[in-house]
């Protein structure tokens, strides 16, 4: 059972993790085009060629 | 390889950069690709004015920093790159919505918090006890109260100011079952007692009502940009005459007094008295007449009027919102208001939902209380009671189902406006059409088949005239292949017709007044003459819109009643219903009497549905159970309606139409579902034997049900 007072932090902290990823692409504005997001992808992968 | 679209032939990369605080804003109707994307970007950053362009490509939008640029370059500068650009009123959009992305963050961190808190849950179920079932409930605690705290209060906030002001409303019996689980789950984690632990139902809870929440918000919020959006598109200009100079201007800045210059083919910006030069005005916008007027200086001009033929100077009598126009949209905008008190099913149902609730809840605790005497096991049986009849599915069933109606009315160019459209939509059964504008396309067409020798010379006249029934002519000789005659010195006199030399001798086109020397008025053909040969009568009639009659056949084959009410005269009404299919046809109605009639279809206990374009029919728009109108609409017009058809034409009606029922239908489906995921759930919570595992289960597996319905392919 000692091996639950490693693995709760742990999985509580890849959770935090995650929602700060979240919380970040929705302030830094990454949901306000994403249809013009997917076409500059595409974009960019046609110059490089 | 990118799907380029034929406008954009080439492809280069701009760095993507978000523009903070535009100076202009574009409307671009036509972008759909990558390629369209860094065309316009470049087009606009070659311009030694702009410092900043960002287009956006799901709001079809380009934001624009260039200080002192005048929005014509820009526009000229995008439609030489091949791309269609209209102004849109930076200040009339509004400030960016940071509400949506507020929820968005709230309903992150419930479903963190979810999550973690369900996977401590799942050992506590599958028989973790003592020390070990304290300590996960004890980190439970940790992560759902502050959680809690975060994500829950939009409800929070909204119940306590509805307990207020002594009202009740669907946020109160969410917030009393979100703050009891929490509080009783505290109180266990820390030893009060031993009974079980409701933090994933709360956590649960706030998750589910928070996702209805965002979709019934992002509804609405599309609708209000749509609007404002379509007012940006309009707001006017006016070309202001200052000494020797002219200066372009917002209309609504306009004095009156102020001189203003009309060119051909301007819309009047505001209302006023014409002091220079002679026109043709189309006033079917406001009249539904569809045949030009003449008007000369000391005429009245009203806003929202065409000039056709010739330049104009006028004298502002009124702008801004004093004109004919702003009244009238005013008077729409009080007629709106009583629309909008129209309750959709959503809140209908809570109403009745609500009390049950809490009447519920405060009885199984009472019951629980004087059978067992244990106060710890009756409040954790009403709390199960509360958690489970929290309307997590109700909650989701109507925004769910109207975010893919709506999605999908938009991609076929169908705009919905206001949130309970689409449920009166779905009540309607008579349909009312406009004439001018709307059945027709508002332009002019040559009847009958005239003289080839005739149309030529007619046609040779006409080249050089902006009137719709010169280009009228001018069409209809070239899809019949007749050469127009050489026809030198063409003058166009405005209001009367155009002069000009045939193999020098004189030949005039015109109103029969003019051309005869009589004072007949009839607005139904031109006369052509020529020196040889008595005048000859060229008949102009309407030409109607190409998808007119399979909307208004699709829409009787649904068995809607249907009616026409113009503006115009006899005759051309009952031409264009007999073409079409309509079986009531009232002319010469003012725009009061057409209000009158809507009014008395209401009283007789119909739904009527009113489809127009012009300030005419505002009444109607408003006053009708719904109102549709289409993109080419008048602004006012278009604020007064429910729904606008940006694209796709009258089809778009019976499309509407039929959506909204099957919406409706799936509302209804889905209210039923949570009724009866209820009526089994209840008396299960109420005899105790509810667990939080099977609280858990019941609450998703009902939220996934209801909101898999809405998405089910519609009919």
């Known amino acids: ?49 | 390889m990118v799907a380029a679209c034929p406008a954009c032939s080439s492809v280069q990369v701009t760095e993507p950069r978000a523009v903070d605080q535009p100076t202009h804003v574009l409307h671009l109707p036509d972008i759909h690709c990558g390629a369209c994307i860094s065309t316009v970007e470049r087009a606009l950053m070659a311009l030694p004015a702009v410092q900043q362009a960002r287009v956006n490509l799901t709001l079809k939008r380009a934001f624009i920093i260039a200080p002192g640029a005048e929005d014509a370059t820009l526009i000229d500068a995008l439609a030489r790159a091949g791309h269609r650009a209209d102004r849109l009123d930076a200040g009339r959009l509004g400030p960016r919505d940071v509400t949506a992305r507020d929820l968005l963050t709230r309903i992150g961190v419930a479903g963190f918090a979810m999550m973690n808190v369900m996977l401590l849950s799942v050992a506590v179920w599958s028989g973790a006890a003592g020390a070990t079932a304290q300590v996960f409930h004890l980190v439970s605690a940790a992560i759902a109260i502050p959680a809690v705290g975060f994500a829950a209060q939009p409800f929070f906030m909204s119940a306590f100011g509805a307990l207020r002001h002594g009202r009740m409303n669907m946020d109160v019996p969410i917030s009393l079952a979100i703050v009891l689980a929490s509080a009783a789950s505290l109180a266990n984690a820390f030893g009060f007692s031993h009974r079980a632990n409701w933090f994933d139902a709360a956590l649960a809870l706030t998750f589910f009502l928070l996702i209805g929440r965002y979709l019934d918000r992002a509804g609405r919020a599309a609708a209000r940009s749509a609007a404002a959006e379509l007012a940006a598109l309009e707001s006017p200009q006016a070309v202001l005459i200052e000494g020797s100079q002219d200066r372009i201007v917002a209309a609504e800045t306009l004095q009156a007094g102020a001189l203003i210059r009309i060119r051909p083919g301007d819309r009047l910006p505001a209302d006023g008295t014409i002091i220079t030069g002679r026109t043709d005005l189309d006033r079917s916008a406001l009249t539904g007449e569809s045949v030009p007027q003449p008007a000369g200086p000391g005429d009245e001009v009203t806003a929202g009027e065409t000039c056709l033929t010739g330049a104009l100077t006028v004298r502002v009598d009124r702008a801004g919102r004093d004109t004919a126009l702003a009244r009238m949209a005013q008077l729409v905008a009080t007629a709106e208001t009583q629309r909008t008190r129209h309750t959709g099913i959503a809140d209908r149902a809570a109403r009745i939902y609500a009390p049950l609730v809490h009447v519920l809840g405060a009885a199984t605790f009472i019951g629980w209380l004087t059978v067992t005497g244990d106060i710890w096991r009756s409040l954790d049986v009403a709390i199960s009671v509360l958690v489970i009849t929290c309307p997590c599915a109700l909650g989701l069933a109507v925004p769910a189902v109207s975010t893919v109606a709506t999605a999908r009315l938009f991609r076929a160019g169908i705009l919905v406006k206001s949130a309970t459209a689409l449920e009166r939509l779905s009540q309607i059964d008579t349909v009312a059409f406009d004439k001018t504008g709307t059945l027709t396309t508002g332009q002019v067409t040559l009847g009958g088949t005239p003289d080839p020798e005739a149309l030529a010379i007619a046609a040779g006249l006409a080249q050089s005239s902006r009137h719709p029934v010169s280009k009228a002519i001018v069409a209809t000789a070239q899809a019949r292949g007749i050469v127009p005659a050489l026809v030198t010195d063409t003058t166009e006199h405005p209001g009367c017709g155009i002069t000009g030399m045939l193999d020098g001798k004189p030949v005039r086109l015109g109103r029969a007044g003019w051309i005869k020397g009589t004072c007949e008025t009839d607005m139904s053909a031109v006369w052509l003459s020529t020196p040889c040969h008595a005048p000859v009568a060229l008949t102009t009639s309407e030409s109607l819109r190409d998808d007119a009659v399979p909307a208004v056949q699709a829409l009787r084959d649904a068995g809607y009643h249907l009616a026409l009410l113009s503006g115009d005269a006899p005759p051309p009404v009952a031409r264009m219903a007999q073409m079409t299919g309509i079986d009531t046809a009232l002319a010469q109605l003012t725009p009061a009497q057409k209000v009158d009639w809507v009014r008395d279809c209401t009283g007789m206990g119909n739904h009527v549905l009113m489809v127009g374009d012009g300030l005419n029919d505002t009444g109607c728009l408003a006053s009708a159970h719904a109102g549709i109108s289409p993109g080419t609409a008048l602004d006012a017009a278009r604020s007064a309606s429910d729904v606008v058809l940006i694209s796709g034409g009258l089809q778009g009606v019976p499309h509407a139409l039929s959506t909204a029922r099957s919406a409706m239908g799936r509302m209804r489906q889905n209210i039923g579902l949570a009724v009866l995921y209820n009526l089994v759930s209840i008396p299960v919570a109420i005899s105790g034997h509810a667990s939080p595992l099977v609280a858990a289960l019941a609450m998703s597996l009902s939220s996934l049900t209801v909101t898999l319905n809405a998405v089910r392919r519609f009919r």
């Open chain 1, 1 to 49: 059972m000692n091996v639950l007072a490693v693995l709760i932090p742990i999985s509580v902290t890849l959770g935090l993790a995650g929602l700060a990823a979240f919380v970040w692409a929705l302030r830094s504005g990454q949901y306000e085009d994403p249809a013009g997001d997917q076409a500059r992808a595409l974009d960019l992968m046609e110059d490089e060629d």
